[in-house]
Each structure stands twice: as C-alpha cells, then as structure tokens.
C-alpha cells in the first residue's frame, strides 16, 4: 500500500528554472492537498484540489500552478524558480473534508533554488 | 499575533519524566484540534485528536480548553522515541482552513 508518493525528494534549481513536483496517491482519495513548510514555520496550503478537474488557491499560491486531470495525480508546477521557493514541499490526500484527521501525507520533496 | 503560536523549544527532558507543552489560538471560531507529530525531515504524522472532553492514548494526553484558547499534550514516562517536533493543528469550518502551528521540539535525554 504505498499510499502518497512523491517525486523527487530532493532537488536544486537555478533562479529561473521551472519544474514539477509530482505526487500520486493509491487510496482513491478525493481531496489532495500541496504544503510548503519553511524552517521554523507551520505548514502553509499552496493549492488544494476536491476532485478531479477542480482545483483552488490556498494560503501561499504565487509562483506556483496544479493541475488535476485524474484522482490520483496532483503535479506542483514551478514556472520561475526563486530563492524564496526553497523549502520541502508536502503533497497529502484525504477521502473526506473532515479536517487534520484523515490527512495522509507524502515523505516530502526538498527543493533548494540558488 | 500567530493564528497558532507554540514555543519551539527545545525541551531537554530526562527519560521517564512527564512532559508537557501548549498550544495557544487566536481565533475563538476554531473548530477542530489536533496534534502531529514530525521526526526529523520526515512528514507530519497525527498523534491524536483534541476533544472537548479531553482525552488520552496510552501516555499521552491532550486537552482543551476553549475560555482560555489553547490545546496541551502531556507525556508522561517519557521514552527516547517521543523524541520529536510536535506539531499543534487548529482548524476553522471549512474544508481546507487548517492552520498549523510551527511546532515543539522535545527531545529525550538517556
């Protein structure tokens, strides 16, 4: 049961540079969810999704996009890399809207911007 | 003032003592509490839920208490494994409104 996955786990960008940050979840969850947490600081929601085709801005949405063309797929886009967007980024899924309870989360992808 | 404010520590706490840390929240329309915990670059993982009545899991506790806004954990016979950053959750009505807090670094002294 491998649950959230996510890809890469580590990665460096120069300032400029895009990429996607991928995560797929097996659990056929509805809500999937992307974070970003800073050091010192509490996760902060950049997109949330409730299904496929439906995706919202969280708390922190600028400089990213998502997209979610199917339940178990919700990629992170980073089209101009900036330093500000170093950080580890946490996608999670949840098969209801109940709240911190039935968050299931993704080891994590560490993404440093020099 | 931080929606959701912890200190961050870290406690130095000797195996086998009770430990116990607060969490303070801003908005008196939060709905839900939780606890997480997270080990070193690992992801969050629920510890367990806050309710009204409080409520506990083997050595762990947690309360709330809504006059005073704030939710605890306490830990008693504390084991080198709790060592961790524990992380506080407040949610408000919505689906997604979750707030979390930057989290309580403990650490378990031999």
């Known amino acids: 049961n491998a649950g959230v996955t996510q890809t890469p786990k580590f990665r460096i960008l120069k300032i400029g540079q895009s990429m996607t940050l991928q995560c797929t979840q097996d659990?056929?969850?509805?809500?999937m969810y992307w974070y970003r947490q800073d050091p010192g600081m509490g996760l902060k929601l950049i997109y949330y999704?409730?299904?496929?085709?439906?995706?919202d801005k969280g708390e922190v949405p600028n400089g990213y996009n998502v997209s979610r063309s199917t339940t178990e797929d919700f990629p992170l886009r980073l089209e101009l890399a900036a330093p500000s967007q170093t950080s580890v980024y946490f996608c999670?899924?949840?098969?209801?809207?109940?709240?911190?309870?039935?968050?299931?989360f993704g080891a994590g992808s560490r993404l440093t911007v020099l | 003032r931080k929606e959701v404010e912890q200190d961050p520590g870290p406690f130095n706490v000797p195996e086998g003592a009770t430990v116990a840390f607060n969490c303070t929240y801003s908005?008196?329309?939060?709905?839900?509490f939780f606890w997480y915990r997270q080990d070193c670059r690992k992801e969050p993982k629920l510890l367990m839920s806050?309710?009204?009545?409080?409520n506990e899991d083997g050595r762990f506790t947690a309360q709330l208490n809504r006059a005073s806004q704030y939710i605890s954990l306490l830990i008693r016979d504390s084991k080198l494994s709790d060592s961790a950053t524990y992380l506080c959750?407040?949610?408000?009505?919505?689906?997604?409104?979750?707030?979390w807090g930057a989290g309580t670094k403990l650490i378990i002294k031999p």
């Open positions: 999670a899924s949840s098969a209801t809207s109940a709240g911190a309870n039935v968050l299931t």
């Open positions: 659990m056929n969850h509805n809500y």
């Open positions: 999704s409730v299904g496929a085709g439906i995706t």
């Open positions: 908005n008196s329309a939060s709905q839900s």
């Open positions: 806050v309710y009204s009545s409080g």
């Open positions: 959750v407040v949610t408000l009505d919505s689906n997604y409104q979750l707030i």
